[in-house]
Each structure stands twice: as structure tokens, then as C-alpha cells.
């Protein structure tokens, strides 16, 4: 069957790591991942903790198909309680280190407690030690990568770690893997590094089996045909990847540009995937050299990029001029257009550092957006920002910005702390583009009504993975609704919400659902695990997963208060394009989802919802 | 009259000559459809998935009713997704 059925559990207090059997019972309502990890977090720490301190824990946590032969079945995610939101968080990452640790025979591991010193954990198939780490304390997630396999001899080791940035606890820190996949938000690795963990590597030797081997395969090369003969999944995304959205987004008027005082970004087009393709007026060459994919995926969408030699960035940095992993659209719309900075080579050199350092892109770009605004109104100084002219449009300043956060040196140790924090520092916490705490990404709520009630009602703070309705509003996948009305929103959201959790739990990537239902998932989850998975126990899985997400934050002192939008989006109007003169209408929206949650006018699970989903 | 045609991703290749940053301004007659537009540019119809006028999704149904005005802004992509 899909699941190796172990759990890794470390104590980094006693360092000790021992092996513990997965509970099936869980696995049965929560699926796995997502689900799953969450249930085991809720059973075992404080809501109210912490998450800085050794009362918090982190878990990674695979799928029923991770590590198997369906499209894109090599996900994790790391769940804990997040620092930059104190919320739950769940962030989920590709690439190859998830399958690797399912060839080594484990489903999740958890750590718990702090480490007295810095340490790394190697797990080789059933062995699992800690290992000291203060050779590599210090240094980036790409340094300790290259270090761990030639410490261990090993280049097929797959290596999650954390860079400067996480070690000092810049609290948008996130865990990378695989040099540049990311479980990106929310602050993960600013826990790991409270834990004084640098990093997890794995290697397995293994394989992953399967409950029905001959329904799974079938299962499996069908969902692969449909990925396959489907347009966006067959050709737009492996072409153009996720950044042919910059210019879609822009030219419908719902690109938040300058910290969200503007709709739409004339420099658009300088940092979107058409410019990525075009040859460079410098050196002839473009910016994009391939697509990528990760672990077992059959779409391909990530890209490749090189930095043209003789930009400013890294005209005397040689170790910037290898390939690595380029723009993808939400560190672009970040990078770019929230900071007013057009210029394609300078947001790619960020993003870099971003991986290098371990640092999430969209909350790294907001919070200089918001400080860019700070320096505007006159509320930070040359004198506060350590000679930095914080200026819109300052690609010096955004470059030099991500060298000073993912070095925690200087004015970066104030930009880590993200927008919410920095802008209440100032005195003008309603110039955080946040909730919960959380930077929102790169879809402007007033032009894309439903994702105002997306980003209000996200676990984990505003995100746009938990319920993307621009698939609707926008693309019009799976139908096409109108994006700037706010009629029929509420049950867009949930219903995105619902099934988004089942697939962040089964393994595979979200990108799949622009071309699968669950009625393309539920056949190769039920083929690999037991548990009888129909498309319909799924959502039911899915719908459980947020409402014990919800009780996990209620517990941790948010309440309905906390469903809210920064005061510039509802309150003031767009400027220009199609959403001119509107503000979002989450006030006719939050009401009715309460309603079609099974929850009280407060926001609170009733006692009937809560008796349904067996929580 | 005047419009602006934006093609993007896979369609730029359809773009007249002189465009630059994938759109280009083109003369039309009065009375002029989008989709009569796209025709004039060999633009293959079952290649445009998302057609905005103005920023407005424009079904496909009404893409052939739909009388352009001067100054107008038709884009369009072919599928593409992101996220």
C-alpha cells in the first residue's frame, strides 16, 4: 500500500530519533499530508504556544502518492504553528526530497523539543541520526547541500534545509529543498532554526507499494492522458509557466502594484514570461533557459533561468552565474510589481537570494512595498534604512534589500519581520497588506472578488493556494463566473477550499486540478491506499481538514475579527481597469460562507457541523 | 478607427511587424468584430481561449457580435494557467 506506515519521531532535546506507527485510523478521515499532519499537530501541541519556542513541533508529512507513479506524486508539506502568522501552517513543496523520504520507508517525521546546538538530521532508508552541524551553521541552503553529500559521500541525497535567514528567524523564512523548491510560507523555517535544526537530508533505496498494483497503474496512465491532452496542462504551463499570468492579471486589473495603491503595473510586461522568452538587447540571450519538473510530474511548469553576466548584480559574482531557478509569476508580481521594480535580471538575482537564503518570496517582496510606501510618506529615513533609498521602483534597493534580510545584517533585520510587524512599528499598521499577519499574493481582491473572502478566510493567513477561484473567475477552468461580482462567491470559495485540502493531503500538486477533478484523483488514491476513497469521501476529507484547521486557530486566539481585509482594499477604490471604482465586497460575502460552513454568525463551527465531520 | 491588439504567449508569433511588448496598434473598418480582428490576423480561433476587450472577458459566443470601437484594447491568450 501507498503508505510505509512509520513515523520518524525526533526529540531534538534528548536527541534521540525512533521509529512509531502511523495511526490508520487518522489516515482514514485525514487522508495524509495536509490532513493528516495537521491532525497529529492538533493532537499534540498547545495552540497557544509559542511557535519560536520548544513547545511547538514540525512535522513533514507526505501523501498516499507521494513517492508512487502518479503525475506529480513527489509532495510534502511542512505543518506547524507558524511564526509569521502564530496560525497554522501547512506549506508544501515539490521537487524530489518528499518520494525520496518514502523510498527511505517513513510518511512523516516530527520533531519536537530544541536542539542544545545546531544539528542536521540524516535519514539513510531505516536509519535515522542527528548529526552536529556547526560546520554549516552560517552558511546558505545551497552551501549545506553541496556540504551534507560530500560529507556523506552521497550525490543522490536529497537535502531540505534552511539558509541564514532561517537560522536567524526572519519570520517569512521558509525550508528549501532541491536547491529551489520551496515549502514556502508562513515562517516554517524560522521554526526549524529555533529548533537549531540546519537541515534533514534523506535517501532511500526503496520503493512504494501499492494497495492494487494493476487498478493503480491503470488509474495513474489515465490521469497521465488527461494531463496530457489538456491544453493548459499539456502545453501552456510546460511553455509559458505560471508567469504568463503577469500580463493576464495586469491587463484585467487586478495586479496589486506599489504596495496595492494601484491595480495595474506599467512595467508588467518587462518581468512577465514573454520577456523571460526574449532574447536580451545586452547579451542576445534570454533570461529563460528550460522548464523543469519535479518528482514523478508530467506538466513540467518550472523554469530555469540565467542571469545576464553583465548586470549590476552580479557583474563580480561569478557564483551567481550558473542556472538556476527562475521567476515563477507570485515571486515576479512580488518582486516586481508590488515594489514598482521592472527590471527582469535584478527580480531574478532576488529570487536567487530568496532560494539561497531560504526566504518566501511574496511576503520578502510585500514587506518592501510596505517599507517603500513607509519611505514615501517620510515615516523611514535614509538614517533608519542604513543609507537604503527606499524608493518605488529601486531595483539597488530591492536587490540590496534581499542581501540584507537573508543576511539578518542592518535595516534587513527590521524587514524581517514582515509587513504586519514593521508597519505597526512605524505607526501605520493599516499599510500591511496582510491577514493574519500573512502578506497576501498576487491578485488585487478588488478586481477578483472572490479571492477577497480567499485570502479574509485562509487557515493560514491569506494565501491564494487555499481556494484558487482566479481559476473561475479568471481562466474560466472548470466554468467561467464574473470576477467582479460578488454573487455565488461564498460557495465558489468553499467549494475550492474543500477540495484544495483533499489534494494538498493526497501527495500530488494543485496545478494537476486545472485539468483533474477528484473523480481523475480518488481512483489512484483508493488504488494505492486503503480506505475506500471515493471523490465524495474525499471533499467530505476535505471539508474536516479546514474546519479542525479553523478549531486549531480559534484555539490559538483568533476569532471572526481575524476573517478581515486590509482597510486600502475595501475602503479605497481602484484607480483603473475593469474593477475602476470598486472596492471588494467581502462584507457581502463573509455572512454567506459562515452560513454554507455550518458555522454561527461568529465564524464558529456549530455543534451539528462539528458531530457531521466527526472532529 | 484605431485599436490596440495584444497577443500573447504562443499567439505573439501572429503580431504584425512593428509590435513591440507583444502589442501593436492596427487600423479597422467601422463595424468591425473582434473576431473579425483576429481573422485579419490569422489568429486561429480555436487558439484563443481568453479574449479581454478592455480588460472584459468576452465569451465565445460574442466574440464574432461584438463591434469594436476606436481605441479599443482586444488581448488574448491561447489556455495558459498559473498560480
Redesign the interface.
Known amino acids: 500500500m501507498g503508505w510505509t506506515s512509520k513515523i520518524l519521531r525526533v526529540n531534538l532535546t534528548e536527541g534521540t530519533a525512533k521509529s512509531e506507527p502511523l495511526n490508520m485510523d487518522w489516515a482514514a478521515k485525514y487522508l495524509g499530508q495536509r490532513g493528516l499532519a495537521s491532525r497529529y499537530l492538533v493532537e499534540e501541541i498547545d495552540p497557544r504556544c509559542d511557535p519560536l519556542g520548544p513547545g511547538n513541533k514540525l512535522i513533514f508529512a507526505t501523501g498516499p502518492l507521494t513517492g508512487t507513479a502518479a503525475s506529480t506524486g513527489g509532495r510534502y508539506s511542512v505543518i506547524t504553528k507558524g511564526a509569521l502568522t502564530n496560525a497554522i501552517a501547512c506549506s508544501n513543496s515539490g521537487g524530489y526530497w518528499g518520494a525520496e523520504l518514502k523510498f527511505a520507508g517513513w510518511d512523516m517525521i516530527i520533531l519536537e523539543g530544541r536542539s542544545p546546538k545546531p544539528v542536521y538530521l540524516a535519514v539513510i532508508d531505516d536509519k535515522a541520526e542527528l548529526h552536529d552541524a556547526s560546520g554549516i551553521w552560517g552558511t546558505s541552503v545551497w552551501q549545506t547541500d553541496e556540504w551534507i553529500k560530500k560529507r556523506h559521500q552521497d550525490p543522490m541525497m536529497h537535502v531540505s534545509a534552511i539558509g541564514v535567514a532561517g537560522e536567524n528567524q526572519v519570520l517569512y523564512s521558509c525550508i528549501v529543498n532541491d536547491l529551489h523548491r520551496a515549502a514556502g510560507r508562513s515562517g516554517v523555517g524560522a521554526v526549524m532554526g529555533s529548533k537549531n535544526l540546519k537541515a534533514i537530508a534523506v535517501r532511500g533505496t526503496g520503493g512504494v507499494r501499492v494497495r492494487d498494483f494493476k487498478a493503480f497503474m491503470a488509474a495513474a496512465n489515465a490521469g497521465k492522458k488527461v494531463l496530457r491532452d489538456?491544453?493548459?496542462t499539456g502545453?501552456?504551463?510546460p511553455?509559458?509557466?505560471?508567469?504568463?499570468?503577469m500580463?493576464?492579471i495586469n491587463?484585467?486589473?487586478a495586479l496589486p502594484t506599489r504596495n496595492s495603491r494601484d491595480v495595474q503595473f506599467e512595467g508588467a510586461?518587462d518581468i512577465s514570461?514573454?520577456a523571460m522568452a526574449t532574447p536580451r538587447k545586452t547579451d542576445g540571450r534570454k533570461n529563460l533557459l528550460t522548464n523543469q519538473a519535479c518528482f514523478g510530474c508530467t506538466i513540467a511548469c518550472g523554469r530555469i533561468s540565467k542571469i545576464d553576466e553583465s548586470h549590476y548584480t552580479v557583474r563580480n559574482k561569478p557564483e551567481y552565474w550558473h542556472a538556476s531557478g527562475g521567476l515563477?509569476?507570485?515571486a515576479a508580481w512580488a518582486l516586481g510589481a508590488a515594489t514598482g521594480v521592472n527590471d527582469l535580471e535584478a527580480l531574478t538575482y532576488t529570487n536567487f537570494i530568496c532560494n539561497e537564503q531560504g526566504l518566501d518570496p511574496i511576503s520578502f517582496g510585500a514587506t518592501v512595498g510596505a517599507a517603500m510606501e513607509l519611505y514615501e510618506l517620510g515615516l523611514l529615513s535614509k538614517e533608519t534604512t542604513g543609507g537604503l533609498e527606499m524608493k518605488f521602483g529601486s531595483a539597488e534597493a530591492l536587490t540590496r534589500a534581499a542581501e540584507l534580510v537573508g543576511k539578518a545584517e542592518g535595516f534587513g533585520k527590521e524587514l524581517g519581520l514582515g509587513s504586519a510587524r514593521l508597519t505597526a512599528k512605524h505607526g501605520k499598521p493599516e499599510l500591511a497588506m496582510t491577514v493574519k499577519g500573512q502578506e497576501f499574493p498576487a491578485y488585487d481582491p478588488r478586481g477578483i472578488q472572490g479571492m477577497g473572502l480567499t485570502y479574509a478566510t485562509s487557515n493560514r493567513g491569506a494565501c491564494?493556494?487555499r481556494s484558487?477561484t482566479?481559476?473561475s473567475e479568471?481562466?474560466?477552468?472548470p466554468h467561467?463566473t464574473?470576477p467582479l461580482v460578488t454573487d455565488g462567491k461564498a460557495g465558489l470559495v468553499k467549494a475550492f477550499q474543500d477540495a484544495t485540502a483533499a489534494v494538498d493531503s493526497t501527495g500530488l500538486c494543485?496545478?494537476t486540478t486545472?485539468a483533474w477533478t477528484l473523480n481523475d484523483i480518488a481512483p489512484q488514491v483508493d488504488a494505492a491506499v486503503e480506505g475506500g476513497w471515493t471523490p465524495e469521501k474525499m471533499l467530505e476529507a476535505g471539508e474536516r481538514i479546514w474546519n479542525l484547521e479553523r478549531q486549531f486557530n480559534m484555539r490559538a486566539g483568533f476569532t471572526a475579527a481575524d476573517d478581515r481585509l486590509p482597510d486600502r482594499l475595501v475602503k479605497e477604490a481602484a484607480r483603473t481597469?475593469?474593477a475602476k471604482g470598486l472596492v471588494n465586497g467581502l462584507d457581502k460575502m463573509l455572512p454567506e460562507y459562515y452560513e454554507l460552513r455550518g458555522w454561527t454568525k461568529d465564524g464558529v463551527p456549530t455543534n451539528e457541523t462539528v458531530a457531521r465531520l466527526a472532529l | 478607427m484605431h485599436v490596440t491588439l495584444?497577443l500573447?504567449?504562443?499567439l505573439?508569433q501572429y503580431l504584425p511587424p512593428r509590435a513591440e511588448?507583444?502589442e501593436a496598434q492596427v487600423e479597422v473598418d467601422d463595424g468591425t468584430t473582434i473576431g473579425a480582428l483576429l481573422a485579419q490576423h490569422l489568429v486561429p480561433p480555436e487558439a484563443c481561449?481568453?479574449v479581454?476587450l478592455?480588460?472584459?472577458?468576452q465569451?465565445p459566443a460574442g466574440r464574432t457580435a461584438v463591434r469594436l470601437a476606436d481605441g479599443d484594447a482586444v488581448?488574448v491568450?491561447?489556455?495558459?494557467?498559473?498560480?
Not at chain 1, 474 to 477: A, K
Not at chain 2, 77 to 83: R, S, T
Open positions: 489538456n491544453a493548459v502545453q501552456g504551463l511553455t509559458h509557466g505560471t508567469q504568463v499570468l500580463n493576464v491587463e484585467v486589473g510586461h514570461a514573454e515563477e509569476y507570485e491564494h493556494l484558487y482566479v481559476s479568471i481562466l474560466g477552468i467561467k464574473d494543485v496545478f486545472f481597469g475593469p | 495584444k500573447y504567449a504562443s505573439g511588448r507583444n481561449h481568453l479581454l478592455n480588460g472584459i472577458f465569451p488581448a491568450w491561447p489556455p495558459v494557467a498559473g498560480g
